[in-house]
């Protein structure tokens, strides 16, 4: 594992930090490109809640992808780093006015829309611009996933999208409003999935609904099914890219699209994930009467996934050969949750040593506080250090 870092250089630098390994990043999206491209119509973009380091999005704007934002900020960091306004999609439950009039300034390439309040909403700022808002609706399929219960999108019960029953509805108001076309409509049943058949069922229901529209003779430009593919957190030297031609094979195999019709993704994770690490240094090794402590310098505040979901990340102590003992490795956060890992095994850590927590470039940096006054995390892309 040491092997694939540059330890000399990393060692230089002020821990916490985030690495992330431009030479993945661009196989990843290389890999991402060649395998949708396979496929007439398939659109492919980044949705940037995952990551959005500057670096890392100059990156995948070179590749040629689109950018998905859930947040206004978002839309400017996709603008700053290039990303053509005719690519950027805009998502969430909750648009702020001014989020909304940055996008209808932008001419963005939809407003993926969740209620009608919402619509309405965006009817009438596109009417005081004199500008027609392009949307697609987010249907919530009812569609569960296997993944952690707080990933999950598509249940009936969650926050997200407008209920199937509504669909015929939704689109009838819409086509009463005078600044609103409907281009597409939207799913997205959750993350971190790893079993093609949750997206086989997507398919499905997707078929299901575009037989019932075109009953009343309604088309639909573009359809757009969201990410959810997950990475390999436990091996991520030996599985270092998601299984893409499955992923795109899927929904070429199974969704039934019309002539004409586009097929949008958003993948995020699966684009960054496996190429990023959090580094941090061992403070302290304390042995108490039932375990031993790794106490390192990152926290919760660097990387909340296992405080928020219990996410696991593969944890390598990069400064030691010696044999491995069983800590408990946490940071110094004043909160019990400031836990990245228990029992775990480690070549035994010493003060000093360079603590490499794996697959950690989505949701990671993006998502870092600072809470208890700390600073926020550098990120570093490897071809710059």
């Keep these: 594992m040491k092997g694939i870092f540059p330890i000399d250089k990393l060692q230089r630098l002020q821990t916490p930090f ?7 990043l661009r196989n990843t999206l290389r890999v991402i490109n060649d395998e949708a491209h396979k496929h007439e119509g398939f659109c492919v973009h980044y949705a940037v809640k995952a990551n959005a380091n500057p670096k890392v999005l100059r990156h995948i704007r070179e590749a040629g992808l689109g950018a998905d934002c859930v947040s206004g900020g978002e839309i400017e960091a996709a603008i700053r780093a290039g990303f053509p306004s005719s690519k950027i999609v805009f998502a969430g439950v909750g648009k702020a006015d001014w989020e909304i009039n940055l996008g209808l ?15 309405e909403v965006i009817n009438e700022l596109a009417i005081a611009k004199s500008k027609t808002a392009r949307v697609a609706f987010r249907l919530n399929p009812n569609v569960g996933a296997h993944t952690h219960a707080n990933i999950t999108t598509g249940l009936a019960e969650n926050k997200f999208g407008i209920d199937m029953r509504d669909m015929l509805k939704v689109i009838e108001e819409a086509r ?41 003779h309604i088309q639909i430009e573009h359809i757009n099914v969201g990410g959810g ?98 800590y408990d490795v946490v940071g110094p956060i004043c909160e019990s949750t400031d836990v990245f890992a228990k029992q775990t095994d480690l070549n035994r850590c010493h003060r000093g040593d360079l603590i490499a927590i794996r697959s950690a470039g989505a949701y990671g940096e993006i998502m870092a506080s600072q809470y208890n006054c700390r600073r926020l995390p550098q990120g570093y892309m490897s071809d710059e250090i």
Excluded: W
């Design 18 to 24: 985030y690495y992330y390994d431009a030479e993945l």
């Design 105 to 119: 300034d932008h001419d963005i390439f939809c407003f993926n829309v969740e209620s009608i309040p919402e619509l």
């Design 176 to 216: 009463r409003m005078s600044n609103i076309r409907v281009v597409g409509l939207h799913f997205h049943i959750g993350s971190q999935i790893l079993d093609m058949g949750d997206f086989e069922a997507l398919c499905n229901r997707v078929n299901e609904l575009q037989l019932e529209l075109e009953r009343h």
């Design 229 to 326: 593919l997950g990475i390999d957190y436990e091996h991520p030297n030996r599985v270092p890219l998601p299984d893409f031609r499955a992923y795109f094979d899927t929904y070429a195999k199974k969704l039934k699209l019309r002539p004409g019709q586009t097929l949008h993704f958003e993948l995020g994770r699966a684009v960054v994930g496996q190429c990023g690490t959090l580094f941090t240094r061992a403070l302290y090794i304390k042995v108490g009467s039932v375990k031993q402590f790794c106490i390192v310098d990152a926290g919760f505040t660097d990387l909340i996934r296992p405080a928020l979901y219990q996410a696991y990340h593969k944890i390598e102590n990069l400064s030691s050969d010696e044999p491995k003992e069983t």
